[in-house]
């Protein structure tokens, strides 16, 4: 897609607004936190890649946030459930 700055592989900014970078699909402003317009998965971390993740504490979260266009893997992260995703927030606000 041309016209857009990358801000990962998966997500750029696009005359103000966060954007898919497979599809073009619009995330919302840039100034605001993208992975609220995003699909979420969330699996415990024992489940996401064997023994080796098992942390022993049963409310840690691996989180995927799919684009809601074209199902890409716009970012992971891992958190403890109940809490907030991370702001990515991709432009200065106002």
């Avoid at 997500?11 to 103000?16: I, R, S």
């Avoid at 970078?21 to 024992?46: F, N, S, V, Y």
């Amino acid at each position: 897609m041309s016209g857009q700055d990358r801000i990962s592989a998966s997500v750029a900014v696009k005359e103000g607004q966060a954007v898919c970078a497979a599809c073009g699909h619009d995330l919302g402003p840039a100034t605001k936190p993208w992975k609220d317009h995003a699909q979420r998965r969330e699996i415990p971390l024992a489940q996401a890649g064997g023994q080796a993740y098992d942390t022993g504490h049963e409310g840690v979260l691996l989180r995927h946030f799919y684009c809601p266009g074209c199902a890409a893997l716009l970012d992971t992260e891992t958190a403890m459930a109940g809490d907030p995703a991370l702001d990515d927030i991709l432009a200065e606000r106002g």
